[in-house]
């Protein structure tokens, strides 16, 4: 058997995988689809065909013999995307570690270096394997010499040989080139002979074998204009068949040895990492079987050794290890909880002093000593999801008093847009440790040796951490606002909210009684009965029964999804009945269903989970049960505040809600002068609007003006186009584009502010709130238009949107202190967006109401004053 040698055309390749595989981005912004494109590719290769040596061509530039031949050669080429660029560097980093060689040449192709390896190797008795998305290549193939050809994406490969080609098009290999002599080839810009496709060639050689036979035989070609053509056009033929052609003779080499393959693994393991190649890095020790490494003697376990910690369950033991931490004056921790529940409690605690780790189990006899410690404002604490802590505090009565940092907290403001915080990820990340952690072990979290490990960890990262913070000046922030709120976030979720249990019993039957009701009328509309929550079956009575406008198709069939729905209303009635169903059923489902399950045996009350570490913009979110996407406007959505109500030994709900917050935050940042004049002056900002923009005085302003003025308003905020405008407010785009033309005349500065941010964004990459808040915009360069476009908008957005977000979390921190301090009873127990709901007793009502106020509106100093608007009622609804 003759040894095996695979050539592979780089430039092809890392081109269709970059486009085959959607975007991928490490958490640090690293473009990798072409990367992983190819390197599943590459894997595959090496298994299946089991190479003895191979290389990876690369064309070196545009500029070759062909183009100084022929200025036109591939001039119609889009210049390669950015998103591209960037990982033809990484690529060649992953094929060095590999040990895999790279060749390029100036002057020629990728093609070019190909073909004479090819012809070189092949002459040596080597098997040649070509493994190219390129049809080019075809001409390549001879005895010893065989074509993988990528069909679809990168994973499907076609064996092409001499048999398959004559077969699949009837040619030759040396045919190949004269294909392109005769019809050119639109990708090369190669030019061909005008009129001659693909089959008008495929004849004329098939009759005459070759491009030089048919121009020496011109006379015989059938078709005047064919004939006249190939007079005409002799030389761009000959050109294109000289252009189209693989050189096969460069002053190169063909040594065996220079391209044998030897993976340096534990490199290869660090950039799978660092690329964060999950998949490919957990089987990294299979990749390479029979095949020399470089490093085979340094490969480490992937596996991270997890051994069993030492284990303080006595009084005195425990008393030891507190009495330790209080003399270092610092620990750094896991706190290992059995769930996400405010009151699920802690199972043990994972601690680590002057570098030696010890777990205490909840069950030992000194466990109290572990709350005696987090109440010493003398100790230090690094931890992990800190807010268990607290919980565990707040349960039993007590507070935290040590000083604390969180290093999940840190991770999320130096990347938001992340969507976890797993310390593995984290110590790859900022610590360079590559840990792979045992998998398929879901209690891994709850055992002390994975909690000693963490605990270990997180005092490490906390110093690298720190500095990023500082850096990128995000450690007042951290601080200052951040960190506090995990004290009152905590506190809010312990203290829970209290249901009315027999009225959510009441107005669970009322709405499924109405549900029903709809179906009925539903039925009644359509003169038959069907499945309502069928999108085939409802399609065909909207669309080919009722004879409605065909909004949406889908694969499947017609689309009814909520914007087709919206986009029909009015214009039949079961449109209405409808989007009411949807919306009953929807809230009976998230709210009504499951509350009554949510409702703590012991306590009485819900108990949500404030999400401090989930939005990029730095806003909060919760969940179990999500109370923040309650309708506002909706009947049914003030019907279900209606269901929470004060507590026992408390009278009132109150609700404080910040006025027009982003606009306020838009009109500082932005400095404009209408916008500050109209909030300084108390002025009806869209009534004000409205008159601004139709010309008029603010008092023949009409509720529809001041609704669209409303719209054009907070859509500014979010960079509205015309098409969404119009959308929302029921206009054409041509009166939406006017509408906003028209904003943009009377507040230029606004239309001056977000110019700038979004030029910065181009520039920096990032945006920042006013208190330093940054939100990194890895396609805010994209050749894409509608990826760099959402980021675009998201730039506009989110200083005005994460500065709102941190004025709320600067509030409540101000609030929870202010309460805390006057030692009142009344609590607060959720935040809303812009709104914060407490519980409050009737004696401290209007001393709560004041300091509520007084805390919201003087949170931040901004060019204009911050509103807050404070009511009070027996529930939820009558204080909104």
């Known amino acids: 058997m003759p040894q095996r040698f695979i050539i592979i055309d780089g430039s092809s390749l890392v081109h269709r995988a970059f486009h085959a ?12 689809n072409a990367v992983y494109g190819f390197t599943t590719m590459l894997v595959k290769l090496l298994a299946d065909y089991k190479p003895d040596f191979l290389a990876v061509a690369f064309d070196k530039g545009r500029v070759t013999f062909r183009t100084e031949t022929y200025s036109q050669y591939k001039a119609q080429r889009q210049a390669t995307p950015g998103e591209l660029s960037e990982q033809f560097p990484l690529l060649r980093e992953l094929l060095q570690a590999f040990g895999i060689t790279t060749i390029e040449e100036a002057g020629f192709e990728a093609d070019d270096i190909i073909g004479t390896l090819a012809a070189k190797a092949s002459r040596q008795g080597y098997e040649v394997l070509i493994v190219t998305g390129d049809r080019d290549a075809l001409q390549l193939i001879g005895p010893e010499t065989k074509v993988l050809l990528t069909k679809r994406g990168i994973s499907d490969m076609e064996t092409m040989d001499t048999a398959a080609l004559k077969e699949k098009y009837g040619l030759t290999p040396a045919q190949i080139i004269d294909m392109k002599g005769l019809m050119g080839d639109s990708s090369d810009n190669i030019p061909g002979v005008p ?39 002799t030389d761009q033929a000959i050109l294109s068949k000289q252009l189209a052609t693989i050189v096969c003779n460069m002053d190169m080499e063909f040594i065996p040895e220079n391209f044998g393959i030897h993976p340096e693994t534990q490199t290869v393991k660090e950039l799978f990492a660092k690329f964060e190649f999950k998949t490919l890095l957990a089987k990294v020790d299979t990749l390479f079987p029979g095949i020399s490494s470089r490093d085979a003697g340094e490969i480490q376990s992937p596996a991270v ?93 007590t507070l935290v008093q040590a000083q604390v940092t969180d290093v999940l907290i840190a991770a999320y403001l130096l990347d938001p847009t992340a969507s976890a915080y797993p310390l593995d990820v ?81 107005m669970a039957v009322s709405i499924a009684g109405k549900v029903d009701q ?98 990029a ?52 940042m932005a400095g404009d002068a209408s916008l500050l004049e109209a909030f300084r002056h108390n002025q009806d900002i869209h009534t004000r609007t409205a008159a601004e923009v139709f010309g008029i005085a603010m008092a023949e302003v009409t509720p529809e003006m001041r609704a669209r003025a409303k719209a054009v308003n907070f859509g500014i905020v979010y960079g509205i186009s015309d098409y969404g405008l119009a959308r929302d407010i029921g206009v054409s785009r041509k009166e ?39 939100r990194h915009l890895p396609d805010i360069n994209s050749s894409n238009f509608n990826q760099r476009s959402f980021a675009e908008r998201t730039a506009m957005n989110t200083p005005i949107q994460g500065a709102a977000a941190d004025i709320i979390k600067i509030a409540m921190n101000k609030v929870y202190a202010a309460l805390k301090a006057k030692q009142l ?45 404070v009511k009070t009622g027996s529930n939820w609804a009558q204080a909104k």
Not at 21 to 32: F, K, N
Not at 360 to 366: K, R, S
Not at 842 to 861: F, P, S, T
């Open 617 to 668: 913009t730095g806003r909060l979110s919760s969940s179990e049960p999500n109370l923040q996407n309650i309708p506002i406007r909706s009947d049914i959505g003030r019907k279900i505040r209606e269901l929470f109500v004060p507590g026992e030994e408390y009278q009132y709900i109150m609700s404080a809600d910040y006025s027009q917050i982003e606009l306020r935050v838009l009109a500082h």
């Open 426 to 506: 984290l110590a790859k990340k900022y610590l360079e440790q590559n840990v792979i952690l045992p998998a398929g072990d879901k209690n891994l979290p709850l055992k002390p040796e994975f909690a000693a490990w963490a605990s270990g960890i997180t005092g490490q990262l906390q110093a690298v951490l720190a500095v990023q913070l500082k850096n990128t000046g995000l450690d007042k922030l951290f601080e200052e606002v951040e960190m506090p709120l995990v004290e009152a976030l905590s506190a809010m979720e312990v203290a829970g909210i209290s249901v009315d249990r027999s009225y959510l019993r009441e």
């Open 825 to 869: 009873k009344s609590r607060l127990l959720l935040q809303v967006h812009d709104e914060l709901v407490l519980e409050v007793t009737e004696n401290e009502l209007d001393q709560v109401a004041a300091l509520v106020k007084q805390a919201m509106e003087q949170a931040v100093e901004l060019d204009v004053p911050l509103v807050a608007e």
């Open 518 to 615: 709809l179906i009925d009328e539903i039925y009644l509309l359509a003169d038959e009965q069907f499945n309502v929550n069928s999108t085939k079956q409802l399609g065909v009575i909207l669309f080919e029964k009722l004879k409605l406008p065909i909004i949406k198709k889908t694969k499947t069939g017609y689309s009814t999804d909520a914007e087709v729905l919206e986009k029909l209303a009015g214009q039949h009635p079961l449109i209405d009945k409808l989007l009411e169903y949807r919306m009953l059923t929807k809230l009976k489902s998230t709210y009504l269903d499951g509350m009554e399950g949510l409702i703590h045996p012991e306590s009485g009350r819900i108990h949500t989970t404030f999400n401090q570490m989930v939005t």
């Open 21 to 32: 595989l959607p975007m991928l981005r490490t958490a640090d912004g690293l473009h990798t």
């Open 305 to 397: 050794e997890l051994s069993t910690p030492a284990i303080a369950a006595s009084r005195s033991e425990v008393a030891a290890v507190c009495a330790k931490v209080r003399q270092q004056g610092r620990m750094s921790c896991y706190p290992v909880s059995p769930g996400h529940s405010p009151l699920a409690g802690l199972i043990g605690l994972a601690l680590t002093c002057a570098e030696e780790t010890v777990y205490i189990p909840a069950e030992a006899e000194g466990w109290n000593g572990v709350f005696d410690l987090l109440a010493d404002s003398s100790v230090t604490i690094v931890a992990y999801d800190s807010k268990k802590l607290y919980n565990a505090c707040q349960a039993r009565g």
């Open 195 to 233: 009129g001659v496709g693909e089959k008008t060639a495929g004849k004329l050689l098939a009759q005459f074998g070759s491009l030089e036979n048919v121009l020496a035989n011109i006379d015989q070609v059938s078709g005047k204009k064919l004939q006249e053509n190939l007079r005409q056009f």
């Open 736 to 774: 939406a584009s006017y509408y906003i033309e028209s904003y943009f005349a009377n507040y230029q500065g606004v239309k001056r502010y977000i110019d700038e941010v979004v030029a910065g964004a181009h520039r920096d990459g990032y945006v920042t709130t006013l208190f330093g808040r940054r």
